[in-house]
């Protein structure tokens, strides 16, 4: 026998006791455990969710405010309602002997039958003792008895930690972005670190909303750049794409137009550019590039006019004379000496008034001190003494930035004034050969005309002048020309001699017919020529082609475009009548912005007509001796732009302006078409003619090089042939 003390006996059901107090606690450690889990997984599920949406609307604070406060309301809702009660209830030992039962029926069917005899009273208490004797010994036997899966094993917990884990991983590996989103949920107005960076030119940031704005001129239109900045390593984005529209319009899906090439210093910023036809309403746009996002808004608004313009004249001493006011439309010319105040009113308040003054002989705008009230609403500028007669040109900017259109008010004074020649050339450009006519116009403008014209060509100190026949009424615009050819064999006084390299000043002179102050003759501004060989004047006129033939395929793409709205509209119109639905206002609308694009396409073709026409004149002015370009000038170039002008252009206007019904619109899509094919046709001519100027470039350089060659050799042998006396 041992001397081992007794163990001594544990009362009946101590065992089953002990056994549903450890399964209670592990049962509340369970549940403790998957609301943590659960917890975890939200708070990652959310942060994930949040992450995501942020990142790719970044919505305003006052936003992120109002989705965290909803989320933390819910959450505590949760945990107040769902959490809390399952966290504080009581299990029942019923309860647990039932979980029991599920793994071990045997132990639970035991364990249930003794507690029921424990809650009874016993009528056989030997049966009693052994049924809890019994309930004891099982629940020795149960080892640890899990009642429920570890919290652990669950899908729930598993996507807690991955999400988690990856989190922690990005964070490592960025850490900007770990701080932007601390930061962001914080509610700080900071932006999240991204490879393409969105700067909007010309705009301010609006904290409330979000969105970077810009104040526009209502009912005209409106273009902005915008600037997208990389890290030198990488590259800007090809396109950037703008999403939206006018207030409760059509959403579009628009692209930028890339402008010039990328400037590149320590990061690269490449330019893009939107043009927006006309702005009656705001314009909300979302940009996006790459990974950079830009919310924009063009806040339309009226531009600022300055009404009832008055002028008050302080008249000079030696008139002894009270001042005197006049409205600006109904204004006399002032005398000489007085000081003029131009007084108006403004249908906005303002913030600035800009006011300059020009005179006749004077290129140089001359500020004026312009004085705006307390209000903003009214301003005051005075003019210096009148010596002559001014220009005033006004400009007013309104609080919100929109600049007014710019006022020209005319201050005539009254005394005898200088003649104002303008001369410009017509037909000829500022570089010309040997032999060239210069063909001039000169505009002259005299309060009681003039005694006699003339252009003056002035190198060095020498001058050679042609006389013009002066006009009869002023203001009138005469014609003049100078014949380099023929001063050449003029008389001595008047020989003129020049050779390629020369430069020579152009300059149109005349007298007053009444010239009371005995001033000098008047002059235009001078205008330099410079004196080059045939060659390189046909050079410079293949690049003047080069350029016009840029600007006609810009004005393709517009004829495209513009071929493309009639189309799209015509098909539109073939639908059933309860497909189109469009108000009268839309359809004018839409006429409306078609004439614009047909009159920007006409005023382009006009200009293009115009510059190649003058290509043409300047080959037969310069006496080049070039008749088959002279021609295809005139017949492929100039006459069909013209035609495409005057005839296919008006039709489709006269159409488009007409009720857009099916005839119609069909008459405005042949005219566009027409126009269009004329416009290839013209630029295959320009095309041919390039590739003949190259060809006959090469030949030139070619024959040049050889005659140099020849020189070459000729001195050479003549260094030889004098060797032999020497």
Known sequence: MTNEPPIPERPPGAAVDALLVRLRNELH?????????????????LGWLFLIADRWMEPS??????????????????????????????ITDREVVTLLHRKHPREADLIATALDVRRHERHHSVLCESTIQDA?????????????????????????????????????????????????????????????????????????????????ARGEPAEFEVIAKVDGADAPPETLWARGGRRGGRQTLTTLTRVGAPVRDRTIQQRYRRRVERVDSDVALTIRGGDGRLRVRLVAADRPQLTNLTVRLEPPAYLDAPPTSSQATTLRPLPEGGVATINAGASKRLASVQATCRGADNQTPQELTAQLDDDGERVSIATPPLGQSLAVSIVATAADGLVSEPIELPIEVAKDSSPSVILTLDGVGRAVTRDARLPVRVRLEDDHGVADVRLELR?????????VEPPTVLPRTVRGEADLLSLRSADPAQRLVLQPGDRVGLVATATDRYDLAERPRSESRSIEIEVVTPAELLARLSDAQRDLRASLEALRTDVERLEYEVDLESRRRAEPEEAVAEEASDLRRWSAERLLDVRKVSDGIADAAT????????????????????????????????????RHLRAAADAIRSSPDADSLAAALAGVQTAKGELERVLSSL??????????????????????????????????????FD
């Open 29 to 45: 450690g369970a549940i403790s455990g998957r609301i943590g889990w659960l917890v975890l997984a939200a708070l990652v599920l």
């Open 136 to 216: 004891d010994a099982a629940a020795r036997t149960l080892g640890d008895v899990a009642l429920v899966s570890p919290p652990a094993s669950s899908a729930v917990t598993w996507f807690a930690i991955a999400g988690a884990v990856i989190a922690l991983l990005i964070a490592v590996a960025r850490p900007d972005m770990a701080t932007s989103f601390v930061q962001r949920v914080a509610l700080s107005e900071a932006t999240w670190p991204r490879r393409v960076e969105l700067i909007a030119e010309g705009f301010s940031h609006d904290k409330p909303t979000g969105e970077w704005t810009k104040v526009v």
């Open 459 to 467: 190198r060095d100190e020498a001058t050679t002048a042609v006389p």
């Open 611 to 646: 510059r190649a026409d003058g290509l043409r004149r300047q080959v037969v002015n310069n006496r080049l001796e070039q008749p088959d370009l002279i021609d295809r000038l005139q017949r492929r170039v100039v006459q069909p732009l013209r035609a495409i002008e005057d």
């Open 687 to 724: 095309d041919t003619q390039q590739t003949y100027n190259e060809v006959v470039s090469m030949l030139r350089g070619l024959i040049r090089e050889q005659q140099r060659v020849n020189e070459k050799t000729a001195r050479q042998e003549s260094d030889s042939a004098r060797s032999l």
């Open 61 to 90: 604070a006052n936003v992120r405010l109002a989705v965290e406060m909803t989320l933390l309301a819910l959450g505590l809702g949760w945990l107040v309602a769902v959490a809390a009660p399952r966290l504080t209830r009581l």
